[in-house]
């Protein structure tokens, strides 16, 4: 099962709509159930699969792979909410970058811990695995359940173990690659592409911009 904690947003909207898309049981979070089950109900018409809605809490009991997608700022709070569920055989997938406006650019600012996955390493202690993936995807174009994404995340994470399954988790989602990218603080190097991307995207008026890597495996 995996549990999409915040799940209502866009980008846990997109990400629930895919895995159910690929066969995956799904469950989104959020601090009211009631939300999430009339959010739940809404995606399940629009793919054709079930979609669980529950509380956070109960979302990441029920499931193996939590993927937290909610706003950076708030991460702590629900980490606190979730932590009595989380356990060493599950894995935490942040999803999260650190954005800020500042005088009105766009940037990814370095929490103390390094980046959003390490502060959340930092915050659930030895309670479960945590990798990060997943944060140079857009949200509307995961969304548009009609269009294969087409590019590639990197996948970081300092248990070898819970970095393949996370890839495997990822590569479910049609036509998404998943690249090895080492250690969980590697994300320093990845979450701050998120804030490039997002100015492409405006620049370009276009709906979306990702990366794909050439070169790896003898790519050309």
């Known amino acids: ?8 947003g866009d980008l846990g909207q997109g990400l629930a709509m895919r895995w159910a898309m690929a066969g995956e049981k799904v469950i989104i979070g959020s601090r009211s159930k009631e ?29 193996d792979f939590i993927v937290m997608s909610v706003p950076f700022e ?9 932590a009595p569920a989380l356990s060493m055989d599950k894995i935490m997938l942040s999803a999260m970058v650190p954005l800020k406006l500042t005088e009105g650019l766009l940037t990814c600012y370095s929490p103390p811990a390094g980046s959003a996955a ?15 993936a997943l944060q140079t ?30 890839m495997s988790y990822v590569e479910k989602i049609a036509n998404l690659r998943a690249i ?3 250690r969980l603080c590697n ?20 709906p979306a911009v990702g990366i794909k890597f050439v070169g ?3 790519d050309k």
């Open 74 to 82: 708030g991460c702590e709070k629900i980490l606190e909410e979730v």
């Open 137 to 166: 995807i857009g949200a509307q174009e995961l969304q548009r359940i009609d269009r294969p994404i087409e590019g590639d995340t990197v996948v970081c994470g300092d248990d070898a173990q819970a970095r393949r399954q996370t």
């Open 35 to 63: 939300k999430a089950e009339r959010i739940a109900q809404e995606l399940s018409l629009k793919v054709g699969k079930t979609i669980l809605g529950e509380t956070n809490l109960e979302a990441t009991r029920s499931a």
């Open 1 to 8: 099962m995996i549990a999409i904690l915040g799940g209502t």
């Open 187 to 206: 994300s320093r190097l990845v979450e701050p592409v998120t804030a490039l991307l997002i100015k492409l995207t405006g620049r370009y008026k276009v």
């Open 216 to 218: 790896l495996n003898g």
């Open 180 to 182: 090895d990218g080492g």
């Open 118 to 132: 390490e502060t959340v390493a930092k915050l659930v202690g030895d309670r479960v695995r945590v990798c990060s």
